[in-house]
C-alpha cells in the first residue's frame, strides 16, 4: 500500500487511541506538576477538550490546526508540550501523525489535585 493511500484510507477511518498507560492512580508531586503545567495553557486546555468529542479515536496534526484556527507552529509545540507530559500519545502514519488523549492520566491527576484539596484531620 502506498504512503498515499495509508493517509486516504487513516483519513475516512482515525484509528482507536493505542497504547495505554499503567492503570497505578497514585501521581507523585513530579508528575502532578508535569501535567499541570501542560495544562496551564488556554490553547492547549483547547486542544484537550477537543478528544472530548472523540471517544476513542485519534487525531491527526491538521484537524486539530483547523479546529483551534491556530498557526500550524503553533499548534504542534503545544502538541509537543502536551506529549511530553503524557497527556497524549502520537504515532505517524507516512506524513501524518495522529494524537490520542491519554484519559487515565488525566484521571490520575484529577485525583492527584483533589487530594490537595481535602481537609486534614
Known sequence: MSA?????????????C???IPTDLAFDADETAR?????AHPARIA????????RGKARVTGDIVKATGLAQ???SEHLRILRG????????????????????????????VSTLAKESP
Open 35 to 39: 501535567v499541570a503545567k501542560a495544562l
Open 47 to 54: 486542544i484537550v477538550e477537543l478528544f472530548g468529542d472523540a
Open 4 to 16: 498515499q493511500t495509508r493517509c486516504q484510507s487513516a483519513k475516512l477511518n482515525p484509528p482507536s
Open 85 to 112: 507530559a503524557g497527556v497524549l500519545v502520537s504515532r505517524r502514519d507516512g506524513a501524518r501523525i495522529w494524537y490520542c488523549l491519554r484519559r487515565p492520566v488525566l484521571r490520575r491527576f484529577a485525583i492527584a
Open 73 to 75: 507552529s503553533t499548534v
Open 18 to 20: 493505542f497504547g495505554e
